[in-house]
């Protein structure tokens, strides 16, 4: 079946660091891509998302770009701040028709001023 | 405001106990989905339902029922079979176009007392 296998941490940085967080999918077909934020005692929100191969996504200064030579669809950020504290997740649906949502087992990120 | 509700947001249960957590959603989404989440382990899929009158299992369905009688609706009922019921579990739903992101609740912290 479907899978999603990402960093999963816990990581430090400090304020103004430059943030990857990596990706990777086994899937069937062109599924579609996304990272999900988790901040503390909330559910999840999209943060990004991509549907086809070479999509970047972007959103509050972090992108990915959907690279399905290598089955990845890693998550950068070029200055982080801390209010980018928070619980990341990769995501997949829709890959050889299979309507189920899968996650990565998240990735709790700690910025520190 | 349209959005997708799940209650109560912190429910006790006794050992031997059947409970049933909440999901409602008012944005006409075809698909719902029932996640378990565990320090750790990430999101991992309970049940979920494409249409109303039908759900499927997920990953870790033994111990859970729902039902889909309404398109809005989405209750799950973990029962006394499940052996490690304490859990955060996040409601979800989700249009079917391709692509399409997902929106979740706030989530339900269910604890064993």
């Known amino acids: 079946g479907n899978s999603v296998t990402q960093m999963e941490g816990p990581v430090t940085l400090s304020e103004e660091a430059f943030l990857t967080i990596n990706c990777t999918y086994t899937a069937t077909g062109y599924p579609s891509l996304f990272w999900y934020v988790q901040y503390p005692g909330e559910g999840l929100q999209l943060l990004l998302k991509?549907?086809?191969?070479?999509d970047k996504g972007s959103n509050k200064g972090f992108e990915a770009t959907y690279r399905k030579e290598t089955t990845s669809f890693h998550l950068e950020k070029g200055s982080v701040q801390v209010s980018d504290s928070a619980v990341y997740f990769c995501a997949l649906s829709g890959g050889g028709g299979s309507e189920k949502l899968v996650f990565g087992k998240g990735m709790k990120l700690t910025v520190n001023p | 405001d349209g959005g997708i509700t799940q209650s109560p947001k912190y429910l006790f249960r006794k050992e031997g106990q059947n409970v049933t957590l909440s999901c409602e959603q008012n944005l006409n989404h075809d698909a719902m989905y029932w996640y378990r989440q565990d320090p750790g382990q990430g999101l991992r899929l309970i049940y979920y339902?494409?249409?109303?009158?039908?759900?499927q299992k997920g990953d870790i369905a033994e111990g859970y029922s729902v039902s889909r009688e309404k398109k809005e609706s989405f209750p799950l009922t973990v029962t006394s079979a499940q052996k490690n019921p304490t859990a955060f579990y996040l409601c979800a739903s989700m249009d079917r176009p391709r692509g399409a992101e997902a929106f979740f609740g706030q989530g339900t912290r269910l604890t064993v007392v």
């Open positions: 991509a549907t086809k191969a070479d």
């Open positions: 339902s494409q249409i109303v009158n039908d759900f």
